[in-house]
Each structure stands twice: as structure tokens, then as C-alpha cells.
């Protein structure tokens, strides 16, 4: 009975020590219960990102950023563990700046899925890591998303993250909600809904530096003309009709997420007819939706975007039968001081109404313009005229700060410089708000 009794002993300690392994394994692993916004995507804490590959890959990406290419690497956030993700350089501007100023501090994307097909972090498909390229006060990106939120966008969840790489710190990054399938999810999008990521070609990226330069100098956007070489192609990224055949808008159709039929591809080039002979744009378009949109977007004036030089950076979506746009990229929002008082009604930087068919016909239909002045008015008293903007500035400035002052930075800015950007963007903001106010009490 003795050696039953110690067997039987035997049995269940094993037992448990089986099922506290199982447990404690269980912490480490997302859990379908629990979504993404509630744990990496919570904006409130600075979290934790580390990357495990081979140092060998590891070094590739150093020496060959700008191929993007795809490496296999594990990943642990907030000390959640997945196996076998894929991690690459991405990004244009951002990178190439990194490249061409001698930085390592590289954006990157992270695929949870690519190799392990059902495999997400409590349901995200696909994180951006944003490095914050160009940006003294870390926070543009976050705030035109945060003014898209409450515009009632449909718009990627951020929160800020230090990133380790193989051990080595590599700074502070910001964390974006990659615009797929989980975000589309998030948002009660139903399945048939098509992306699309317009993309212009031809961009010289570097020449876009140099006007963004000469705006830092203290010269009008609008007055900085052809001082340098600027090369685009916009490929139909302009929405303006091109004709019948879906060649002619490479831009947009060569850069959809997943495959799109013939049939939505005509209807489509019939929404981008529309626009251009201003005939029944409600049936294509969701007036609604692009009305909060623009209402936020305008709000940064954005020189890198639909209203800006660029003509790109911006989520095209066919939902419903209608076709709206999504935010993307505002790393060049909020910049030239001289820019806070610009035009609500006429927010084209650089371009003309003719080149922006979308934003010319929607400022000439009246049900448009009374939504968006309506959205901006709302924006105006319950986030900005109210000290809510500037109090999450605040909170959110002094969550990173103690990262930015360990942070070996490669604009080599001071402590005393981050501080004054960031009262600088303040400063921006409360302008952009007495002005716009200012603007609808004269409409």
C-alpha cells in the first residue's frame, strides 16, 4: 500500500508540474480573448519590442536596407513570445533618409502570418514600426491619427515602443496598426471590402527633403516653386480620369491588397470618371466618410499627401459599393508654422483643383461641405478648443521622455530641443485651431 500510496504521490506532482509548465507556456502566447488594442496598441505605456535573428541577416539589413527583403525572426512584445515572423525594412521617404544620413534607425514591418499562416498577436496580422525619421517631437504621426479618431475615422491604432534588435537598443519607435485585414475586422468592414495603397512613382525623395528644408527657413509652402528638380508620375494616384482601360491607373490597381475582379476594377475608373466630369459622385462615393476625413486631414496640412505635391499616401477603400479614402504616412504634418492659418475650403498645397479631381468635386457639393464643416466644428469643441489636444501632448510627451534622453539621436538634437519642438507643435496646433474657428464663423 506504501509504494501505491508513493507512486500515487508521484503521479499527481508530476501532474501539476505539467500543468503550471502549461500555464506559465499559456502567458507567454497571445490569447484569442483578448484584442490587440488592449495590449500592444494600448496607447497609455511605452512598450517593449525585441527581435531574434541571425546576426548574419541581421547585418544584411544594415548593409542593404533599401532591397526590403524578408528575413525570418522571432519576436517578444511586453514579453509575449511568437516564433518565426517576417521581419523587413520598409517605408520610401523614411528610408531613404536613414540611408542617405548615415542612420541604422531603420522603419520595419512586421508580418505575424507570413510563415505561419493562422498565426497573429491577438488577431493582428501586420505591425508597422515607424522610426519617427525627421520628426524633433516624435508625436505628428501619433497626433493625425489620434485627430482621426476623433473625427470618427477609420483609422490605425498607435502606441509608442523602444526596439531592440539581437539585444541593441534602436530607439524609440512608434507602433502603427498595419491598414489589412485585421484593421478592416476591427472595423466591422465586411469581407468583399478591397484596399488598395496608391503609390506614385518617380518621387525623388531627396529633393522632397530639400523643399521640406527650405520650409523650415521660414518660406511659404506655397511660394517655394521649382528651385529644384521635383519628379512625379502620379499613375492615376491623382484620381484624375485617364480613360477606360485599367493600364492607365497603374498606381492604384498594382498596389491592391488582395486580387480585384474586373468588375470592380471598371467600376472603379467609373468612380474616377465621375469625379472628373462631376456627375453623380454619391453613387461612388461616401460623402459622409471622406467628409470626416478631410475635416482631420486638412487639419495637418500635409504637404506628402492627396491635397499635397505627392499625390499618395492614402488607403483607398471599396466597401458597400462605395469608395472612401483612409490615413496613411503624416510623418510631414503639422511642419511650417506659416501653414497653421491656411484655407479650410481651398487646402491644396502645390497642386491645383484640376490635378485633385476628388477634393474639387467634393468642395462643390453642398451636402459634402456641410458635413465637413460640421466634423471640423465638433473637432474644434471637443478636442482642441477644450485643452484635451494639448493635455494629451502634454501626457504623452512626458511618457516618451525618458526614451528620447537616453535615445542617441540621428537628427543629434538636445534634450532642451526636443522640449521646445514639442511646445512648438503646441504652438502649431492652438494656431490651426483659432484659424479654422475664425474660418466657419465667416462661412
Known amino acids: ?240 480620369y485617364r480613360g477606360e482601360s485599367p493600364e492607365l491607373y497603374p498606381g492604384i490597381f498594382e498596389n491592391a491588397t488582395k486580387k480585384v475582379s474586373p468588375a470592380s476594377v471598371s467600376y472603379i475608373i467609373s468612380a474616377i470618371k465621375a469625379l472628373s466630369f462631376e456627375e453623380n459622385i454619391e453613387d461612388y462615393w461616401d460623402i459622409d466618410e471622406l467628409a470626416r476625413y478631410f475635416a482631420a486631414h486638412n487639419f495637418t496640412v500635409n504637404i506628402d499627401s492627396y491635397t499635397g505635391i505627392t499625390a499618395q499616401n492614402y488607403f483607398l477603400k471599396l466597401s458597400n459599393g462605395k469608395l472612401s479614402l483612409l490615413p496613411w504616412d503624416y510623418g510631414l504634418g503639422f511642419q511650417d508654422p506659416g501653414s497653421a492659418t491656411y484655407s479650410i475650403d481651398e487646402p491644396l498645397i502645390q497642386t491645383t483643383s484640376d490635378q485633385r479631381p476628388l477634393w474639387k468635386a467634393l468642395s462643390e457639393n453642398k451636402e459634402f461641405m456641410e458635413e465637413y464643416h460640421s466634423t471640423l466644428q465638433n473637432l474644434l469643441d471637443n478636442y482642441f478648443l477644450n485643452s484635451r489636444c494639448e493635455d494629451e501632448i502634454d501626457f504623452v510627451s512626458y511618457l516618451i521622455l525618458p526614451y528620447v534622453e537616453k535615445e542617441v539621436s540621428y537628427d543629434e538634437q538636445s534634450l532642451d530641443g526636443y522640449k521646445e519642438s514639442v511646445e512648438a507643435l503646441k504652438s502649431f496646433v492652438n494656431t490651426r485651431a483659432e484659424s479654422i474657428q475664425k474660418q466657419l464663423w465667416e462661412i
Open 1 to 240: 500500500m506504501k509504494f501505491l500510496k508513493n507512486h500515487f504521490e508521484s503521479i499527481i506532482i508530476a501532474f501539476l508540474i505539467v500543468l503550471i509548465g502549461l500555464i506559465c507556456l499559456d502567458l507567454t502566447r497571445p490569447r484569442p480573448s483578448i484584442s490587440y488594442s488592449k495590449t500592444l496598441l494600448d496607447n497609455k505605456n511605452v512598450h517593449a519590442i525585441s527581435i531574434a535573428l541571425p546576426e548574419a541577416d541581421f547585418e544584411q539589413i544594415l548593409e542593404n536596407a533599401i532591397y526590403k527583403t524578408r528575413y525570418h525572426a522571432d519576436i517578444k512584445i511586453d514579453g509575449v513570445e511568437l516564433k518565426d515572423v517576417s521581419f523587413s525594412t520598409r517605408g520610401n521617404g523614411s528610408l531613404s533618409y536613414a540611408i542617405s544620413s548615415g542612420s541604422a534607425k531603420f522603419p520595419y514591418k512586421v508580418s505575424f502570418g507570413a510563415y505561419e499562416k493562422s498565426q497573429t498577436y491577438y488577431g493582428l496580422d501586420k505591425l508597422v514600426l515607424n522610426s519617427l525619421y525627421g520628426d524633433q517631437t516624435r508625436l505628428r504621426e501619433y497626433l493625425a491619427f489620434r485627430i482621426m479618431e476623433e473625427a470618427g475615422v477609420e483609422s490605425p491604432l498607435t502606441s509608442f515602443a523602444e526596439l531592440k534588435i539581437n539585444g541593441r537598443s534602436q530607439g524609440l519607435y512608434l507602433a502603427v496598426e498595419q491598414i489589412d485585414d485585421s484593421f478592416l475586422g476591427r472595423y466591422d468592414n465586411p469581407p468583399d471590402t478591397i484596399l488598395f495603397k496608391p503609390k506614385s512613382s518617380g518621387i525623388d525623395h531627396g529633393a522632397l527633403a530639400y523643399k521640406r528644408e527650405r520650409l523650415f527657413d521660414g518660406e511659404d509652402m506655397l511660394d517655394v516653386g521649382d528651385t529644384t528638380e521635383m519628379s512625379y508620375d502620379f499613375e492615376g494616384t491623382d484620381l484624375v
